[in-house]
Antibody
């Protein structure tokens, strides 16, 4: 049973960089069947896709965030990571990592989510 | 503003049938399959329906999905109190080369 677990600081100051890591257990990020994704959910709002990465390092970003986001994968640690630069209060959200099944194009496994608050 | 349009709320009494709509465009629903996610309070979303009308193992057959043109819908029959949750439609967008979501529908069981 594949499980995903987000980790990272719960509080980030405005203008700084938000850094999160998703650790994959029970499976491998090198599986060719998946994109490894980040999604966020601001308080009381809906879901927003941020980015995804293939194990080879190929990436795609939501255009609305592309200028501030970097996603990366570390196959040796079975992890993938997110960096969001120049954060503001609007970036306060629950951040989820998820596995996106390439054939079906749905996110079949999600982490429990981690809350990140942007505040001084 | 979400790419896909859903009603913000829906409601029904136990045992009733409820439907939730999802509207998109030719670059997303019109050319790709639709998935539905259920998000219980305080938890991560869970896939409820994939590829328009397929249920993962463990999802009751009270949940069904359909798609026509640039719209899709989720139907829940025999409504139960444990179905109270937020429901999100999602699909792939050919312009973004990534997934897009609806704004979510909060389902209340009266």
């Amino acid at each position: 049973q594949v499980q995903l677990q987000e980790s990272g600081p719960g509080l980030v100051k405005p203008s700084e960089t938000l850094s999160l890591t998703c650790t994959v257990s029970g499976g491998s990020v090198t599986s060719g069947s998946y994109y490894w994704s980040w999604i966020r959910q601001p308080p009381g709002k809906g879901l927003e896709w941020i980015a995804y990465i293939y194990y080879s390092g190929s990436t795609n970003y939501n255009p609305s965030l592309k200028s501030r986001v970097t996603i990366s994968v570390d196959t040796s640690k079975n992890q993938f990571s997110l960096k969001l630069r120049s954060v503001t209060a609007a970036d306060t959200a629950v951040y989820y990592c998820a596995r996106l099944l390439i054939g079906r194009l749905d996110m079949d496994v999600w982490g429990k989510g981690t809350t990140v608050t942007v505040s001084s | 503003q979400s790419v896909l349009t859903q009603p913000p709320s829906a409601s029904g009494t136990p045992g009733q049938r409820v439907t939730i709509s999802c509207s998109g465009s030719s670059s997303n629903i019109g050319s790709n399959t639709v998935n539905w996610y259920q998000q219980l309070p305080g938890t991560a979303p869970k896939v409820l329906i994939y590829t328009n009308n397929q249920r993962p193992s463990g999802v009751p057959d009270r949940f069904s999905g359909s798609k026509s043109g640039t719209s899709a819908s989720l139907a829940i029959s025999g409504l139960q109190s444990e179905d109270e949750a937020d429901y999100y439609c999602a699909t792939w967008d050919d312009s973004l080369h990534g997934p897009v979501f609806g704004g979510g529908t909060e389902l209340t069981v009266l």
